[in-house]
């Protein structure tokens, strides 16, 4: 299994990481705002777990949109364990 890590940066507003964990990562709007908040104040967080295949799919996912929206947002996949 591999961990979707997205990482901080300085210019990516909150609102758009909220709306990318929402609608990627499938996730409710409080969870969202949570995993956001770690980015945030911890410079990266875990967006979910998954089969390697699915992992690299949701990562490539965020960074072509961030990119189709002009946002530095990074996602990495990350060996869980």
């Given at each position: ?42 410079g ?38």
């Amino acid at each position: 299994m591999f961990k979707v890590v997205m990482f901080n940066d300085d210019y990516t507003p909150m609102d758009f990481v909220v709306e990318v964990l929402e609608g990627i990562f499938n996730h409710n709007r409080e969870v969202a705002t949570r995993i956001m908040l770690a980015v945030h104040t911890e410079g990266r967080a875990v967006c979910g777990v998954y089969t390697r295949d699915v992992a690299e799919t949701k990562a490539m996912q965020v960074n072509q949109y961030a990119r189709e929206c002009q946002h530095p947002l990074l996602c990495e996949i990350e060996k869980d364990g």
